[in-house]
C-alpha cells in the first residue's frame, strides 16, 4: 500500500499541516440582547450563558469581548409595549434606546463593528416584521418605515445594517436612502434566505417579539426549498448587498454551501438560538460534552462555506480557545 491517508493523521501537528477549515475569532459575529434600565443582567432562561443587558452593563461586556479578540457584535433591543405601535415609530425616534446604545459603543469603542437589526418586530404592537392591515403583512407599505429605521441607525454610527424582514425590494430601497444621505458606506448585510424555522424560539424569549397573530411564513422561505434561496440572492445582489445571509445554519448547510458556490459576496450563516440551546441542554445533561461539540457545529458550519458567523457561542469559544 503505497497510498495510506492515515500517515497524515498520526499526530497533532501532522494534521495541522493539511486542516482544510480554520476558525477565527475574525470570522465570529456575537449576538447581545439589550434592554431598559440600569445596572441589568438578566440571563435568558432558554439560553443559558447569554443575557439581557442594560445599556451600561452592555459596554462592559462589549469591552471583555474585544479583549478576547471579538470585534462585530450584533444587537437586538427588547422594547417595552407601551412603546410599540403599529408603525413601530420608535425604531426611528430621536434617541431611542437602540440608537442611543449604538452612540455609546462607537464613542468608547470605535473599534468595534457594530451591526444592527432592521425589522419592525421589536418595535411593532402586532409582533410582525412588517406592517399589519387586516391581518395581511404589506410589503410596500412596509418600506419606508425601514428605511426610516435604518437611517437612524446610520446616523448613530452602525457600520452594518441587517435588514431581516424578508419584504421584498427593502435592500435596494434602504440602499437608496443610505445613499441619498450620504451614508454610502454603510454596509447592508441581508438576510437573504431567513428560512420560516422552528427554531427561533429562545430569541423571541428573549426580546418578546413574537408575533401577536398569525406566523411569518408568508415573508420567511420555506424550510423545503433549496433553490429558492438563488432567486432572493440574485435580488440581494442587484439591490446591493454587501452579505448574504442564510438563517439558521447548522439545519442548511446545504443552502450556505450552494450560496458560496454562486456568489462572490461574503456569506454570512446565523447560528440561531434554537441551535445554540438544543447543543446546550443536551451538554447538560452529560449527552454530549460541550467542548467537543460547540467547536464541530461552528465548524461545519465555516466548512459548508459561511465566511462570517453569527453565534451566541462566540465568547465561549474563544474563551475555550485561548
Given at each position: 500500500?503505497?497510498?495510506?491517508?492515515?500517515?497524515?493523521?498520526?499526530?497533532?501537528?501532522?494534521?495541522?499541516?493539511?486542516?482544510?477549515?480554520?476558525?477565527?475569532?475574525?470570522?465570529?459575529?456575537?449576538?447581545?440582547?439589550?434592554?431598559?434600565?440600569?445596572?441589568?443582567?438578566?440571563?435568558?432562561?432558554?439560553?443559558?450563558?447569554?443575557?439581557?443587558?442594560?445599556?451600561?452593563?452592555?459596554?462592559?461586556?462589549?469591552?471583555?469581548?474585544?479583549?478576547?479578540?471579538?470585534?462585530?457584535?450584533?444587537?437586538?433591543?427588547?422594547?417595552?409595549e407601551?412603546?410599540?405601535?403599529?408603525?413601530?415609530t420608535?425604531?426611528?425616534?430621536?434617541?431611542?434606546?437602540?440608537?442611543?446604545?449604538?452612540?455609546?459603543?462607537?464613542?468608547?469603542?470605535?473599534?468595534?463593528?457594530?451591526?444592527?437589526?432592521?425589522?419592525?418586530?421589536?418595535?411593532?404592537?402586532?409582533?410582525?416584521?412588517?406592517?399589519?392591515?387586516?391581518?395581511?403583512?404589506?410589503?410596500?407599505?412596509?418600506?419606508?418605515?425601514?428605511?426610516?429605521?435604518?437611517?437612524?441607525?446610520?446616523?448613530?454610527?452602525?457600520?452594518?445594517?441587517?435588514?431581516?424582514?424578508?419584504?421584498?425590494?427593502?435592500?435596494?430601497?434602504?440602499?437608496?436612502?443610505?445613499?441619498?444621505?450620504?451614508?454610502?458606506?454603510?454596509?447592508?448585510?441581508?438576510?437573504?434566505?431567513?428560512y420560516?424555522?422552528?427554531?427561533?424560539?429562545?430569541?423571541?424569549?428573549a426580546?418578546?417579539?413574537?408575533?401577536?397573530?398569525?406566523?411569518?411564513?408568508t415573508?420567511?422561505?420555506?424550510?423545503?426549498?433549496?433553490?429558492?434561496?438563488?432567486?432572493?440572492?440574485?435580488?440581494?445582489?442587484?439591490?446591493?448587498?454587501?452579505?448574504?445571509?442564510v438563517?439558521?445554519?447548522?439545519l442548511?448547510?446545504d443552502?450556505?454551501?450552494?450560496?458560496?458556490?454562486?456568489?462572490?459576496?461574503?456569506?454570512?450563516?446565523?447560528?440561531?438560538?434554537?441551535?445554540?440551546?438544543?447543543?446546550?441542554?443536551?451538554?447538560?445533561?452529560?449527552?454530549?460534552?460541550?467542548?467537543?461539540?460547540?467547536?464541530?457545529?461552528?465548524?461545519?458550519?465555516?466548512?459548508?462555506g459561511?465566511?462570517?458567523?453569527?453565534?451566541?457561542?462566540?465568547?465561549?469559544?474563544?474563551?475555550?480557545?485561548?
Amino acid at each position: 500500500m503505497f497510498i495510506r491517508p492515515r500517515r497524515n493523521r498520526k499526530n497533532a501537528v501532522v494534521r495541522g499541516h493539511i486542516r482544510e477549515t480554520r476558525l477565527h475569532a475574525d470570522h465570529l459575529v456575537y449576538p447581545l440582547f439589550l434592554i431598559e434600565g440600569s445596572n441589568q443582567k438578566i440571563e435568558v432562561p432558554s439560553m443559558p450563558g447569554n443575557y439581557r443587558w442594560s445599556a451600561d452593563m452592555l459596554l462592559g461586556e462589549v469591552e471583555a469581548c474585544l479583549k478576547l479578540g471579538i470585534r462585530s457584535f450584533i444587537l437586538f433591543p427588547s422594547i417595552s409595549e407601551s412603546l410599540k405601535d403599529k408603525t413601530a415609530t420608535y425604531s426611528y425616534a430621536p434617541d431611542n434606546l437602540y440608537t442611543k446604545t449604538i452612540r455609546s459603543i462607537k464613542s468608547r469603542f470605535p473599534e468595534a463593528c457594530i451591526i444592527t437589526d432592521v425589522a419592525m418586530d421589536p418595535y411593532s404592537s402586532d409582533g410582525h416584521d412588517g406592517y399589519v392591515e387586516n391581518g395581511e403583512i404589506l410589503n410596500d407599505k412596509t418600506l419606508p418605515i425601514l428605511a426610516q429605521m435604518s437611517l437612524a441607525q446610520a446616523e448613530a454610527g452602525a457600520d452594518i445594517l441587517g435588514p431581516s424582514d424578508m419584504m421584498d425590494g427593502r435592500v435596494g430601497y434602504i440602499r437608496e436612502a443610505l445613499d441619498d444621505n450620504g451614508f454610502t458606506n454603510v454596509s447592508i448585510m441581508s438576510y437573504t434566505a431567513k428560512y420560516a424555522s422552528a427554531f427561533y424560539g429562545p430569541f423571541r424569549d428573549a426580546l418578546d417579539s413574537a408575533p401577536k397573530a398569525g406566523d411569518k411564513k408568508t415573508y420567511q422561505m420555506d424550510p423545503a426549498n433549496k433553490y429558492e434561496a438563488l432567486i432572493e440572492a440574485d435580488l440581494d445582489l442587484e439591490e446591493g448587498a454587501d452579505y448574504l445571509m442564510v438563517k439558521p445554519a447548522t439545519l442548511y448547510l446545504d443552502v450556505i454551501h450552494l450560496l458560496k458556490e454562486n456568489y462572490q459576496l461574503p456569506i454570512v450563516a446565523y447560528n440561531v438560538s434554537g441551535e445554540c440551546a438544543m447543543l446546550t441542554a443536551a451538554c447538560q445533561n452529560g449527552w454530549l460534552e460541550f467542548d467537543k461539540a460547540m467547536p464541530e457545529m461552528l465548524l461545519s458550519i465555516k466548512r459548508a462555506g459561511a465566511d462570517v458567523i453569527i453565534t451566541y457561542f462566540a465568547k465561549a469559544y474563544l474563551e475555550m480557545m485561548k
